[in-house]
């Protein structure tokens, strides 16, 4: 029996021509997994509030969505809160009270059950989502997905029978983000709900899906099985086919007759099967990269500890690591090894107590204030949105410049800039209203106004879906090639393999090691790309997708 | 010796015992009445706290004596002269009076002082909670935010300052105060933009609907129904017998103290059982841990 049943719905806001949804029809069956996808600004999100009346957008609307055979907006306040679940992007805004067992009764009482009921509810969610541990914590005290846990144990204490998930894990770091994850799987499989995904990073949500549905300027283009999504991206060759998992982009670009690789571990048989019987002659990447001995150093650090306090634990314990000037910096590792820390002290946030900094070749302590930060090194925040506070793009970029300039010295460098970040048709926008990744380029452009030298970015892909994680790449190329050292912090694995230049892992407030990326990702075998990791039992070195579909066809 | 099994009580018996050993405290001064007092709440701080209470509780010595000393000094009033000193009379009842007066007052700072270390905002929240439920909920929310702005706060001043945007000059107020602004404009931004989230996720969660309830972590048992029934019945008790005179006690001009009959006894009894209800709770629970800890 269908749960959802959409019938030509189409959608614009008001005073605006543009249909954001245009005549969508679709039938969702009860207990299937459905993964919605789509670039930024497609309509993934205005298509799953028209599942919920209760925050459907006000605009023009034709067409109906029915629920469970009725048309949604006949179901009252209390149906749909009990029986339609919606987790959103961001885990702190959807949390409402200070305890996390008030967050988890908050629904219930809002349904107005008794203490009896609430609390068997709360204690199964607590136990079902291995919450006893932090029952009695206050929520600020919580890690992003744990969170994120709390939002959707929330959620499934009021027994909703469809979970929609706008984005959970656009916020949280990949271990977190598989974590949450599994879990919506879990709940997925044992009890039947019926749940409805939105997400960036496909890996986890893609090759588990009853259906992949791909959204394209508030239209459907595809609408299949996972096996059989990737033809259609394929054949009409779009933009959406780059955030396919790895096993399915390596599968087109090799080209094979065998059935669609979904994961890592079917990627490898597909590969073996491949491969059987044949020769492999090429096993091995010729990059020419090599660790440098000595180089033209940016930034340098030397043995540098911090703690925040005098009695707390170290946070850095003996950091060295020195950046070549004009290349692609990458740091990555877990969470809490210091890697956020590290970055904050180049700015001078954070002040070592032992250990020396030099910045370009000079102390910096030596730096005067905000000395450091002309023409010389700037950070782009984690959250991009922290540094926008004008009521336009324009305005925003404006407060960077030098006063004393005139308004057409002053449109032409803010011009410039927009070029460079391809935010030229948002100049006029507010800040707040652009997506994750256009934000992200705005606030880039921000920094790129202070003219810096070195170039900070912590966390730059978090957030942001595969096309934007290109303009973004595309972006950082530019950048290197003008001469800019760039440091980057990242989760990102793909990212830093591809685009990095070196790559540092740290562990336990130092760094573990610093290699060129392919060296570094193929000695890994659990810190490293999908490609390598898929790959690895036949090749030496394959690390990025492209590595594997050139060395398969050299091997053909 | 630490232990708290009285703050593990329902938070309704937990302030029903501060209201009254606080209550009754503030109006006895009578020697008696008010030494019990001062006895118990010293005691019940000390089952809490351990060594850690002693350093306050000797504070609160010293000033029992300073306070008793000092209103002899004010009130010359009295029969029975002690001293002169320049000229006025030192008397007994004064002395005695001001011992009775401060014994009142350290009193109520113990019981205040074991107040705040039982009485989390959470109990606090529950008790008030059930008389205004929305008003709770806010105060929920509230505290929940003001962490979270102060944190926004600091990463924000933190992003600004690393594109040199910080405050120019620390030191020179005016651009502090500059920078400081657009910090706190660009929180109100960033705040009610989160705020429209928080709204539609509470409507999402069905907020808004008539009938709501409120949930606690707490329960009502037997052992609550129990205590809260005897330290009903002891309070009535005391009431009745200080309305009859048991712990009238007067100093000036001259001291008369109640000291007899049956509604002292009866009053004095009942007292020390009420204030003892706390740490009696507590110390038998540390005994029996001892005692289980030792079969082992």
Request: hydrophobic share 40%; net charge neutral.
């Amino acid at each position: 029996m269908a749960h959802f049943e959409i019938k030509n719905l189409s959608f614009s806001y008001p005073g605006n021509d543009r249909k954001i949804l245009d005549n969508i029809n679709l039938t969702i069956e009860k207990g299937s997994y459905i993964t919605l996808c789509g670039k930024s600004g497609c309509g993934k999100t205005t298509l799953l509030k028209h599942l919920k009346s209760v925050i459907t957008p006000h605009g023009n609307r034709e067409g109906t969505v029915y629920f469970d055979g009725r048309p949604i907006e006949e179901s009252d306040l209390r149906t749909q809160s009990s029986k339609i679940g919606y987790v959103m992007q961001n885990p702190d805004n959807q949390i409402v009270t200070d305890k996390v067992w008030h967050e988890l009764a908050f629904g219930l009482e809002s349904l107005g059950y008794d203490q009896k009921t609430i609390r068997l509810r709360v204690a199964e969610m607590a136990s079902y989502f291995g919450i006893q541990q932090w029952f009695h914590k206050n929520v600020t005290e919580l890690s992003g997905g744990q969170k994120q846990l709390l939002n959707l144990a929330s959620i499934m204490a009021m027994q909703p029978e469809v979970l929609i998930l706008d984005e959970p894990t656009s916020q949280l770091d990949p271990i977190a983000a598989s974590d949450f994850l599994n879990t919506v799987r879990k709940i997925n499989l044992e009890l039947g709900t019926t749940v409805i995904i939105t997400e960036h990073r496909l890996e986890d949500v893609y090759y588990c899906a009853d259906r992949v549905i791909v959204m394209d300027k508030g239209r459907i283009i595809a609408d299949d099985t996972p096996r059989n999504v990737g033809d259609t991206l394929k054949n009409t060759n779009d933009d959406m086919f780059a955030a396919l998992p790895s096993p399915v982009q390596i599968y087109y670009g090799v080209g094979s007759d065998l059935l669609t690789p979904l994961t890592v571990r079917e990627g490898r048989n597909w590969l073996s099967e491949e491969f059987e019987g044949k020769n492999i002659t090429h096993d091995e990447i010729i990059t020419g990269e090599k660790m440098k001995e000595d180089f033209d150093v940016a930034v340098t650090m030397k043995e540098v500890w911090f703690r925040y306090e005098k009695d707390a634990p170290d946070i850095l314990k003996g950091v060295t690591l020195s950046v070549e000037r004009g290349k692609v910096f990458a740091i990555v590792g877990g969470n809490g090894t210091g890697k956020s820390t590290t970055v904050k002290s180049l700015c001078g946030i954070v002040k070592p107590y032992r250990g020396k900094i030099l910045i370009n070749g000079k102390y910096i302590e030596k730096y005067k204030q905000n000395e450091l930060f002309t023409n010389n090194l700037a950070m782009l925040p984690q959250d991009p949105q922290s540094l926008f506070v004008k009521k336009t793009v324009y305005e925003d970029l404006e407060e960077m410049l030098p006063k004393g300039l005139s308004e057409d010295e002053k449109k032409e460098k803010i011009t410039e800039v927009a070029n460079i970040t391809q935010i030229t048709d948002l100049l006029d926008t507010h800040p707040y209203d652009l997506s994750g990744g256009e934000q992200q380029r705005a606030a880039l452009g921000k920094v790129l106004l202070t003219n810096p030298k070195i170039l900070i970015l912590d966390e730059p892909t978090k957030g942001i879906d595969n096309f934007f994680k290109l303009k973004f790449a595309e972006i950082i190329e530019e950048l290197k090639k003008s001469g800019v050292t760039i440091i980057m912090v990242s989760h990102d694995v793909e990212f830093c393999a591809k685009h990095a230049d070196t790559v540092s892992m740290f562990f336990d407030g130092s760094v573990v090691t610093t290699n060129t990326p392919n060296a570094f990702f193929s000695q890994n075998s659990f810190y490293t790309t999908a490609a390598n990791r898929m790959s690895r039992h036949l090749f030496k070195n394959a690390v990025t997708n492209e590595d594997v579909i050139e060395l398969c066809r050299k091997n053909r | 010796m630490k232990s708290d099994a009285f703050s593990e009580y329902n938070p309704i018996i937990n302030f029903a015992f501060f209201i009254g050993a606080i209550g009754l405290g503030m109006f006895f001064t009578h020697p008696a009445f008010a030494a019990c007092s001062v006895f118990f709440s010293a005691l019940y701080l000390y089952t809490i706290k351990g060594r850690e209470s002693l350093k306050f509780i000797g504070g609160m010595g010293i000033m029992f004596i300073v306070l008793s000393l000092i209103n002899g000094l004010f009130n010359s009033m009295g029969e029975t002269v002690l001293f002169v000193y320049f000229g006025r009379n030192y008397t007994l009842e004064a002395l005695l009076y001001g011992m009775c007066t401060s014994a009142m007052l350290i009193s109520v700072f113990l019981w205040f002082a074991s107040y705040n270390s039982i009485m989390s905002n959470d109990k606090f929240m529950f008790i008030f909670g059930r008389i205004i439920p929305s008003g709770s909920l806010i105060i929920s929310m509230a505290l929940r935010l003001v962490t979270i702005y102060k944190n926004k706060i600091i990463q924000i001043h933190t992003a600004r300052k690393c594109i040199g945007k910080g405050a120019a000059d620390e030191n020179d107020r005016i651009s502090a105060l500059k920078n400081g602004s657009t910090v706190i404009s660009t929180l109100a931004t960033w705040a009610l933009e989160g705020g429209v989230i928080t709204a539609d996720s509470m409507r999402m969660r069905g907020y808004g609907l008539p009938g709501r309830t409120t949930f606690s972590n707490y329960r009502f048992g037997m052992r609550d129904k129990a205590l809260l029934g005897g330290m009903v019945l002891l309070s009535a008790v005391i009431i009745f017998c200080a309305a009859m005179g048991a712990s009238s006690a007067e100093f000036i001009p001259v001291i008369n103290i109640t000291s007899g009959g049956i509604y002292f006894y009866a009053g004095l009894i009942s007292y020390i059982l009420f204030l003892s209800i706390a740490p009696i709770i507590n110390i038998t629970e540390a005994v029996r841990w001892r005692i289980l800890r030792s079969r082992i």
